[in-house]
T-cell receptor, first 118, second 112 residues
């Protein structure tokens, strides 16, 4: 079956522009997570969803960052008025989430979107 | 204060040896722990999950969890050059959210 997909894989933008990063989770996965990963570091949490509900956005750096998952499947992370410090690898992951067997939080990552802000 | 700590390495082992990777965490209520392998330029790949104290084996990999001492480790038996990668330890800090907290990773080099 298909894994997590993300698009675009690479995005180069100019400072001040808005960008939208897309994530398509594994089919049937309830939970979807956004992380940001700097070189030489582990992924850092941004926000996550169960179905269409945003459960936690405490990792979003500031109000220029927002995310949505309107139909409980595909999610979009939007960064408004991009700044050079936003340049990073943005990773999406999904997990089965809550099921009859309990909570399954094994998270599977997509290939990531490399964002470069000039 | 870093919540999940790993030695950055590199950890160098000869081919065929056992590689031992360690991780400590600060949150006593953490319930679930995961090991990811990340090749250079690639995304993290889940290789092991562990939820209970003790050992869990899967092929050449063994994860060990000791909640009293707040550490989790990964053993790789019969290490192969293809195991050379960065290994990320992650914990599900049970604070009501399901996001994972990652360590910075340990780089493993298996010498042929």
């Amino acid at each position: 079956g298909a894994g997590v997909s993300q698009s675009p894989r690479y995005k180069v933008t100019k400072r001040g522009q808005d960008v939208a990063l897309r994530c398509d989770p594994i089919s049937g996965h309830v939970s979807l997570y956004w992380y940001r990963q700097a070189l030489g570091q582990g992924p850092e949490f941004l926000t996550y969803f169960n179905y269409e509900a945003q459960q936690d956005k405490s990792g979003l750096p500031n109000d220029r960052f927002s995310a949505e998952r309107p139909e409980g499947s595909i999610s979009t992370l939007t960064i408004q008025r991009t700044e050079q410090r936003d340049s990073a690898m943005y990773r999406c992951a999904s997990s089965l989430g809550v099921s009859l067997a309990g909570i399954n939080n094994e998270q599977f990552f997509g290939p990531g979107t490399r964002l470069t802000v000039l | 204060q870093k919540e999940v700590e790993q030695n950055s390495g590199p950890l160098s082992v000869p081919e065929g040896a056992i590689a031992s990777l360690n991780c400590t965490y600060s949150d006593r209520v953490s319930q679930s722990f995961f090991w990811y392998r990340q090749y250079s330029g690639k995304s993290p790949e889940l290789i092991m999950s562990i939820y209970s104290n003790g050992d869990k084996e899967d092929g050449r990999f063994t994860a060990q969890l000791n909640k009293a001492s707040q550490y989790v480790s990964l053993l790789i038996r019969d290490s192969q050059p293809s195991d050379s990668a960065t290994y990320l330890c992650a914990a599900d800090m049970d604070t009501g959210r399901r996001a994972l907290t990652f360590g910075s990773g340990t780089r493993l080099q298996v010498q042929p």
